[in-house]
């Protein structure tokens, strides 16, 4: 049974870690690639190593995200999944089950999650993980920059306010330069 998490708790997991392995799902959408993507950047602002794993391809359409895909260069000291409701989301290629076997983290947007990981941020409200990603990126205290955004467009094109105590929430787009 996996213990429920707030904001601040999931935070704190992914502070205290390193070497992290980030899960999408199969057949991959822009909510698990966006944060996936977004995740791996933020982990890499505060110089933690961090991959992404997926059992398929990301779709092209995705490729601007790029993120660091895992290639077995550390051995993960945490796994984390993104937008990933139940482990049979996971899939069967690109070596991702040997890694599916303890999920230590799930950020998650789906009401019908399975509960398979250790530690848990779920909110069934919430329109998509990223969302709640945004969240956490924020109460890790790591920089919004043009890359976070642009990895978090094809997931949430627009983050509604938060109604926490947290900065509102802004339209991914409306971080970028101008």
Request: aromatic content about 6%.
């Amino acid at each position: 049974m996996t213990e429920q998490l707030n904001v601040q708790q999931m935070a704190e997991k992914l502070l205290a870690a390193d070497n992290i392995l980030i899960l999408c799902h199969k057949n991959p959408d822009g909510d698990t690639v966006g944060c996936g993507s977004a995740l791996y950047y933020a982990l890499l602002a505060l110089e933690k190593h961090a991959a992404v794993l997926c059992a398929d391809p990301i779709p092209g359409r995705y490729a601007f995200t790029n993120p660091r895909l895992f290639k077995g260069e550390f051995e993960p000291q945490i796994v984390v999944a993104v937008d990933v409701a139940s482990v049979q989301l996971f899939g069967e290629g690109n070596g991702v089950p040997q890694y599916t076997r303890h999920v230590d983290l799930c950020i998650d947007h789906h009401a019908g999650n399975s509960g398979y990981a250790e530690f848990t941020l779920l909110d069934g409200s919430a329109a998509a993980a990223a969302e709640l990603l945004y969240e956490v990126i924020c109460a890790m205290h790591v920089e919004i920059t043009p890359t976070l955004p642009i990895a978090c467009i094809p997931a949430c094109p627009r983050i509604p306010a938060a109604s926490s105590s947290l900065p509102p929430r802004p339209a991914p787009t409306s971080l970028l330069p101008s």
